[in-house]
């Protein structure tokens, strides 16, 4: 069974830091691509980032990009996002989600996801 | 980056056939995926590529395309399919960017 568990959300300040991971299992994690997305309160779905198998290919959002770094650990099955100088306009619940191809010629489909981990960013 | 438009909210009776479309220049060039969210629950991928439903997804989810314009099909709507549908597909921009339509939420009558 497929198993994507995102965790290091929280209540942070605006301009500080966080990082979440994502602990994926039940699949060969190096074989496919991965992503973040996120879906702010009551709001529509939004693509935050994508790495490809080998991290060869990265994608950022323009509303991301400079701020957010994302990895992944194959030997540990772990996907990552390092979000640097937060805005409250970041305020999101984040997903996991594993992508249906390795590479970012075709990535854009997501099959599996997590039940996402809540980032809070406020004084 | 470019976009993709949905209709904010559509309405079907039970038992009935939907379309929900989906459209934008990245249309042109790569395939559509639709994802059904229900409240407090994770998106599901329902259709992907041509028209590809994953295991598990009923068939009376369909996709098709043409030009810059995807749609999803629900042939014979059930109560159960009431939520919110997005549609996404990479950007065409070449940065390796990915794209989400601003969702339809579907209500079944």
């Known amino acids: 069974e497929v198993q994507l568990v995102e965790s290091g959300g929280g209540l942070v300040q605006p301009g500080r830091s966080l990082r979440l991971s994502c602990a994926a299992s039940g699949f060969t994690f190096d074989d496919y691509a991965m992503h973040w997305v996120r879906q702010a309160p009551g709001k529509g779905l939004e693509w935050v980032s994508g790495?490809?198998?080998?991290?060869?290919?990265?994608g950022y959002a323009d509303s991301v990009k400079g701020r957010f770094t994302i990895s992944r650990d194959n030997a540990k099955n772990s996907l990552y996002l390092q979000m640097n100088s937060l805005r409250a306009e970041d305020t999101a619940l984040y997903y996991c989600?594993?992508?249906?191809?390795?590479?970012?010629?075709?990535?854009?489909?997501?099959?599996?996801w997590g039940q996402g981990t809540l980032v809070t960013v406020s004084s | 980056s470019s976009e993709l438009t949905q209709d904010p909210a559509v309405s079907v009776a039970l038992g009935q056939t939907v379309r929900i479309t989906c459209q934008g220049d990245s249309l042109r060039s790569y395939y559509a995926s639709w994802y059904q969210q229900k409240p407090g629950q994770a998106p599901v991928l329902v259709i992907y590529g041509k028209n590809n439903r994953p295991s598990g997804i009923p068939d009376r989810f369909s996709g098709s395309s043409s030009g810059n314009t995807a749609s999803l099909t629900i042939t014979g709507a059930q109560a159960e399919d009431e939520a919110d549908y997005y549609c996404n597909s990479r950007d065409s921009s070449g940065n390796h960017q990915v794209v989400f339509g601003g969702g339809t939420k579907l209500t079944v009558l």
């Open positions: 790495i490809s198998w080998n991290s060869g290919s990265i």
């Open positions: 989600a594993k992508d249906i191809t390795p590479a970012a010629r075709q990535w854009g489909s997501f099959d599996y």
